[in-house]
């Protein structure tokens, strides 16, 4: 069993910069390969970023080039820096572990965070 708990969140202008930070406990966090999503109310929750156990890292379009996904395996801590924020990114960022063992899939979430970006 793995517990997220993200930090970091807030309200930042247009153009501005934010980090969210994941920690995670409970398990074998380095074979894990982690992800951060975003939900606004009505919509469904949306990929923004992923990196894996082996270090790789993977990115929403609308994301690319202004935020990057970091872990730190031996704090046990997956970080999201967010640069030249947009209205649009405002939304509740979620962190997700998961990992696959034999044929079962582990996944687990954190509570959320909440960033606000004002125009």
């Known amino acids: 069993q793995v517990q997220l708990v993200e930090s970091g969140g807030g309200l930042v202008q247009a153009g501005g910069s934010l980090r969210l930070s994941c920690a995670a406990s409970?398990?074998?966090?380095?074979?894990?390969?982690m992800r951060w999503f975003r939900q606004t109310p009505g919509k469904e929750r949306e990929f923004v970023a992923a990196?894996?156990?082996?270090?790789?890292?993977y990115y929403a379009d609308s994301v690319k080039g202004r935020f990057t996904i970091s872990r730190d395996n031996a704090k046990n801590t997956v970080d999201l820096q967010m640069n030249s924020l947009k209205p649009e990114d405002t939304a509740v960022y979620y962190c997700?572990?998961?990992?696959?063992?034999?044929?079962?899939?582990?996944?687990?979430w954190g509570q959320g965070t909440q960033v606000t970006v004002s125009s």
């Open positions: 997700a572990a998961d990992r696959v063992v034999l044929t079962i899939t582990l996944n687990y």
């Open positions: 409970g398990g074998a966090f380095s074979t894990y390969h």
């Open positions: 990196i894996t156990s082996g270090g790789s890292t």
